[in-house]
């Protein structure tokens, strides 16, 4: 077998050149309930297939509970239960999106994404990404960045911050507190 060696600098060369005249970004899209949303690839820290969560009591419906990340407690919700879409079965293509967050305080975050697969990755400049109309008070939007269109179907863009800081895991108001984060295993 004869292993080729292509010389890919000029081919990053044009990319870094293209990237500096417009601004994009790589979205990790998945889908729920039929539909496609998409995350800054940038948040993503790894996929995992499905895996059942260790449940906690007294939390909300959509906390499936937590697993342990190479010594890592992580919290996993179940993105449908979160957006009120109807249950589904945990199936072969189901995972566990792993997404690593830098809130407004000094602290960062690690939370687990149940999603029904994982779809693709799209680099999307910001001019492709459309607001959403006005649905007043009716429909919550708050977590949701915009829409761009992509190859002939709307992907719903993600506010992961907005999503997990304040409607997820309820940090609302900062805290100084350490332990709304990721803790570490006992051993």
Known sequence: MEIMNIDTDHLNQGITLQDQNTSTS???TFILG??????????????????QATSIPN?????????NLRGLIVPIIDLRNRFEMERAEYGP?????????????????????VVDEVS???NISEEE???????GSIVGTEFIKGVASVNEKMVIILDIDMLI???VLGNDAESDDDESQALPAIS
Do not use: C
């Not at 293509?93 to 994404?113: A, D, F, N």
């Not at 990404?129 to 649905?135: A, K, S, T, V």
């Open 129 to 135: 990404i459309g607001e959403l109309p006005d649905f």
């Open 93 to 113: 293509l189901t995972v566990i999106v792993i997404v690593k967050l830098s809130s407004k305080s000094k602290s960062s975050r690690t939370v687990g994404m």
């Open 165 to 167: 800081d304040t409607g």
């Open 59 to 67: 939390t909300p419906d959509y906390v499936l509970g937590v697993i």
């Open 120 to 122: 693709d990755v799209y």
């Open 34 to 51: 039929g539909e496609e949303y998409g995350v800054d690839i940038l948040n993503v820290q790894e996929i995992r297939s499905w895996e």
């Open 26 to 28: 790589q979205l990790l």
